[in-house]
C-alpha cells in the first residue's frame, strides 16, 4: 500500500488487519460515540481480541512480541478513522503497559500486564496536575512511606483510561522527598478500588471526546511500598523515557488524522461539481491536495525512521520529538484544509472533517507542548 523501505510484508498484512476492522467496527458509531461523549468498552474488547494491546509485550506475558513500526501501523490506521479510539489504544501501550514492561519487577509485571493486552482492562498514567505539565517538577501530589506503605494525597487532571469502570489503575507520579533542594519524583502504582483514591469523568472536550478523560483524587490513600515502579527517585526518568516512546503514538495519530482528511477531501473533490466539472479539476484544489500529499509523505518518512532507530537501540529521543512536532503540525494544517475543500459541507456535525478537525487540536499539546518540542530538539543542537 506504502512504498516505504521500512515496511514488510507483515507490516502490509496488518495494516490491511486494522483497517478492515476500523471500517467495519468503528466508523460506522464514531459520529455517535463522539456526540455521546462514550467510551466504548466493546470496542476496547473487540480490539484486545485482534491482539491490539500489549503488541510489542513478549508473548510469555500475554502479547504480540511485535515491533515499534507495527505498533505505530495499528495506531495509525485507527486514527485514519477515530482519534479517540487510537488515543485508547496508543494511551494503554505507550502509558500504561510500556513503564510497567521496562521498569517494573518480574510479579509487577506478571500481576498487571496479561490482563491489559486483553483489552478488558485500561490503564492510566498520572502525570498532569493544575499546576504541573510542561513543569513536571511542579508537582505537587505527595506521598510518605510509613510503615511499609505509600500515604498519598493531591490530584490529577486531564489523565487518559482513569475514570471507566475498566480502568485497573493508574501509575502516578508524586513527591516523595527532596534531594539537594529539588524534589524527588518517583512513580507508584495505585490500583483502581483502593480506599482513598477517587475519579471522576471529564465531560465537555473539544476533541478525542469517546476516549476516556477523568480528574484523579488522592486522600490519604495508601499503597503498599512494593508497589513503587523503579526505585525511588526514578520517577523523572520514567516519566522522560514514557514521553519518548509516547511521542511516536502521539505522531501516529496524526499522521492517520491527516491521511483520513486527505482521502476524505480527494473523494469530495472529484464528486462535488461546480462551473460545470469536479471541484478536483480546479488548480486551486489540486494544488490543496498536492501539499496535504506531500506534508504527509514526508511526515510518515520521519515517523517510520524514528520507529527504525528505536527497534534497532539507537537514541531515537531527538527523532521523535522531531516526529511528534512535525507530524502534529501538519495535521492541523491538513484538517484546516480539508474543511475548506469540504466547503459549508465540512463545518457540520456529524461529517468525520468537523470531528477530524477538533481532534487534531490536541496534538500540538499532548505528549509534550509543540513550543516544549522545539526546546528538546534545540538542546541536541547544543543551544
Not at 161 to 172: A, E, W, Y
Request: aromatic share 8%.
Amino acid at each position: 500500500m506504502y512504498n516505504s523501505p521500512y515496511l514488510t510484508k507483515a507490516h502490509e498484512e496488518l495494516r490491511q488487519k486494522v483497517r478492515e476492522f476500523a471500517e467495519k467496527e468503528i466508523k460506522p458509531v464514531a459520529a455517535s460515540l463522539d456526540e455521546g461523549e462514550i467510551f466504548s468498552e466493546e470496542i476496547t474488547a473487540k480490539m484486545g481480541e485482534l491482539g491490539f494491546f500489549g503488541i510489542q509485550v513478549p508473548r510469555e506475558l500475554g502479547g504480540q512480541a511485535l515491533d515499534t513500526l507495527s505498533y505505530i501501523i495499528i495506531v495509525e490506521e485507527l486514527a485514519r478513522v477515530d482519534s479517540s479510539q487510537a488515543a485508547t489504544v496508543a494511551a494503554v501501550n505507550s502509558l500504561g503497559i510500556a513503564p510497567i514492561l521496562k521498569y517494573g519487577t518480574e510479579e509487577q509485571k506478571k500481576k498487571y500486564i496479561p490482563p491489559l493486552c486483553t483489552g478488558k482492562m485500561v490503564w492510566a498514567f498520572g502525570l498532569t496536575e493544575d499546576n504541573a505539565g510542561s513543569d513536571a517538577m511542579g508537582s505537587e501530589t505527595m506521598a510518605r512511606l510509613e510503615n511499609g506503605y505509600w500515604i498519598i494525597n493531591g490530584s490529577k487532571t486531564h489523565i487518559t483510561n482513569s475514570s471507566t469502570p475498566i480502568s485497573g489503575g493508574v501509575t502516578l507520579q508524586a513527591v516523595t522527598g527532596d534531594r539537594n533542594g529539588r524534589k524527588k519524583l518517583s512513580t507508584i502504582i495505585v490500583e483502581r478500588g483502593t480506599p482513598g483514591f477517587a475519579t471522576e469523568k471529564i465531560t465537555g472536550k473539544m476533541m478525542w471526546r469517546a476516549s476516556d478523560t477523568g480528574r484523579l483524587f488522592f486522600n490519604n490513600c495508601r499503597v503498599p511500598a512494593e508497589n513503587l515502579l523503579g526505585d525511588e527517585g526514578q520517577g523523572g526518568r520514567i516519566m522522560l523515557n514514557t514521553l519518548d516512546s509516547g511521542r511516536l503514538s502521539i505522531a501516529a495519530i496524526g499522521l492517520g488524522l491527516a491521511i483520513g482528511a486527505l482521502e476524505a477531501s480527494l473523494q469530495h473533490a472529484k464528486e462535488r461539481e461546480q462551473f460545470g466539472q469536479p471541484i478536483s479539476k480546479f488548480q486551486a484544489v489540486g494544488f490543496k491536495l498536492a501539499d496535504m500529499d506531500m506534508k504527509i509523505e514526508l511526515a510518515r518518512n520521519t515517523l517510520y525512521n524514528a520507529c527504525w532507530r528505536k527497534d534497532n537501540n539507537m537514541q531515537f529521543a531527538r527523532e521523535a520529538a522531531i516526529s511528534k512536532l512535525y507530524t502534529s503540525e501538519i495535521a492541523r494544517e491538513i484538517a484546516d484544509e480539508a474543511v475548506q475543500i469540504h466547503g459549508a459541507k465540512g463545518l457540520f456535525k456529524p461529517h468525520q472533517i468537523e470531528r477530524f478537525y477538533r481532534d487534531q487540536r490536541l496534538l500540538q499539546i499532548g505528549e509534550g507542548t509543540s513550543e516544549i518540542l522545539r526546546m528538546v530538539i534545540s538542546r541536541y543542537l547544543g543551544t
